[in-house]
Nanobody
């Protein structure tokens, strides 16, 4: 059974940085496409970044140029480096996994497994 555990959230001032991590267990990590999503209160869950192999990535428009997704297959860990944070980045952040997806996707219905989330709060 695949399990995902996020960490690294917290409170930061606007313009600051955070690095989220998501530890994967229960299967062969390299076979999975991975994504980061976020959900603010009263809003839909938004796909913000996805990665297939280490060099195949895609980003949502709201985070492009500020966030970087990466993965370490040896450590079975997914990362999200977040820079130049804005108050509107405040949300619960989730990682997600999909077994052997055919391509990159930021749609939540593509992903099978989800973590519990880690809260990010950005103050102005």
């Amino acid at each position: 059974q695949v399990q995902l555990v996020e960490s690294g959230g917290g409170s930061v001032q606007a313009g600051g940085s955070l690095r989220l991590a998501c530890v994967f267990s229960g299967s062969t990590y390299s076979n999975y496409c991975m994504g980061w999503f976020r959900q603010a209160p009263g809003k839909e869950r938004e796909g913000i970044a996805a990665i297939v192999r280490r060099d195949s990535t895609t980003y949502g428009e709201s985070v492009k140029g500020r966030f970087t997704i990466s993965r370490d297959n040896a450590k079975k860990t997914l990362y999200l480096e977040m820079n130049t944070l804005k108050p509107e980045d405040s949300a619960m952040y989730y990682c997600a996994a999909k077994f052997k997806c055919s391509g990159l996707a930021l749609r939540k219905d593509v992903y099978t497994y989800w973590g519990q989330g880690t809260q990010v709060t950005v103050s102005s």
